[in-house]
């Protein structure tokens, strides 16, 4: 297995993600990135800082994937409490990428790339030297990019515009050199940025590097439980979530005598088919009423969206089918597909089930949380309804182990 192609493979995911949030769009992070690589290349950075960089562009702005939709687009200026909360972003993309083996470095560039030069940005207020290079590198191109968007708050610049903005910021954004070399390269053709024409390639100076399938499968799990504690950030409710439900599926896929390749792609799924929810209006995830049919659509696009970004981890291509089923039932009465029966992934029944547990016996924001008897006489009387009688058997395991 190639790592970068590992990587590249969680990259897509996330950018899957990002594309979801509102205002926002998984081309601004390709375009970042072209325009990144391009300039670097100008610095004599090596290989690896370029390879860092590469992937620090992709996902530099992960962390709004948390923030409230609201906040993202509002058009009023920001109060000082939302600018606090816009403000973490970088932060919070920070702690999930670090958490992902070898991408320590990216993670680095992805926490400054809103600092300036001269100390006046966030979130650790870096000046002059101590701000690096690759940082630099971004908040410069993110800068440029930027300005030639549309926002909810403003209308896009032109080119001649935004170059003059950027002229503006020589020692303040970043250091003269990089500001001044960036409109010269700009100005000479070295570099180019057209709006919606980024072409992406990984940077073919890195080499490839050979990881064994123990290896891929640690980096899996470390970018999974990291994206499943990201996605608690904006919903507290789902905080060691997957840990639990995890902990259920591993029971249970060892009491079925699942294979190895199952039980690990259930334990993985545990912390992935939640993704979705993140990007939920908080009116949903927050609410403490029963939802209306109309927030209940929305609401159970959840599995979907959770599929979709499964879908880009291509080593592992029987995620997606598994996520996406996981609300179906038995009697075809589930989402999204309303499948039924066999037609159901049998991990997709097994991960329902230690889903609908772990859930029933965890506080929600609508109601407490059930005891475990309860849950389990519940569970019982959705066995052929939601839940293939064949399970049935495990509602005694849990019991065991639980009660
Ligand atoms: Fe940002
Ligand atoms: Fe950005
Ligand atoms: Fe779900």
Redesign the pocket.
């Known amino acids: 297995m190639n790592r970068e192609q590992l990587f590249q493979e969680l990259v897509d995911a996330c950018t899957t993600l990002i594309s979801y949030i509102e205002h926002h769009s998984a081309y601004h992070s390709y375009e970042i990135t072209d325009l990144v690589t391009q300039y670097a290349r100008l610095w004599n950075l090596n290989a690896e800082q370029i390879r860092d960089l590469y992937y620090a562009a992709m996902l530099?702005?992960i962390g709004e994937v948390v923030l409230k939709g609201e906040l993202l687009s509002k058009t009023g200026k920001l109060e000082e409490k939302e600018s606090a909360m816009m403000q973490q972003?970088?932060l919070i993309g920070y702690r999930f990428v670090s958490r992902i083996p070898s991408m320590e470095r990216a993670a680095c560039i992805i926490r400054w790339?809103?600092e300036n030069y001269d100390g006046t940005g966030y979130p650790d207020m870096l000046s002059y030297r101590a701000f690096p290079i690759e940082s630099q590198i971004l908040r410069i191109a993110?800068a440029f990019v930027s300005l030639q968007s549309e926002r909810p708050y403003r209308k896009a610049l032109s080119a001649d515009e935004a170059k003059k903005v950027l002229a503006s910021q020589k020692g303040v954004m970043c250091s003269a050199p990089i500001v001044q070399r960036f409109l010269s390269a700009l100005e000479a053709g070295e570099i180019s940025y057209k709006p919606g024409k980024a072409t992406l390639s990984f940077p073919a100076s890195y080499p490839a590097v050979e990881i064994t399938r123990e290896e891929g499968e640690a980096i899996l799990l470390a970018f999974s439980m990291g994206l499943a504690d990201f996605i608690a950030h904006r919903i507290p409710y789902l905080k060691g979530y997957g840990f639990r439900v995890g902990m259920v599926t591993d029971l249970l896929a060892q009491e079925l005598q699942l294979n190895d390749r199952e039980r690990f792609l259930l334990f993985l799924a545990s912390f992935l088919f939640e993704t979705g929810m993140a990007v939920l209006p908080s009116e949903i995830l927050f609410c403490r009423k029963p939802l209306t049919a109309e927030q209940r659509v929305l609401m159970e696009r959840h599995s979907e969206v959770s599929a979709k970004v499964c879908s880009k981890i291509r080593s592992y291509p029987e995620l997606e089918q598994i996520v996406k089923s996981h609300h179906e039932h038995f009697d075809g009465s589930g989402y999204p597909e309303g499948l039924k029966g066999d037609a159901i992934p049998a991990l997709s029944q097994i991960l329902g089930l230690s889903a609908t547990f772990v859930s029933l016996i965890s506080p929600r924001p609508y109601r407490a949380a059930y005891r475990v008897p309860q849950a389990i006489s519940i569970l019982s009387s959705l066995m052929g309804r939601f839940f293939p009688p064949h399970l049935r058997p495990v509602l005694a395991l849990l019991r065991q182990e639980y009660v």
């Open positions: 530099h702005d972003h970088p790339h809103h993110d």
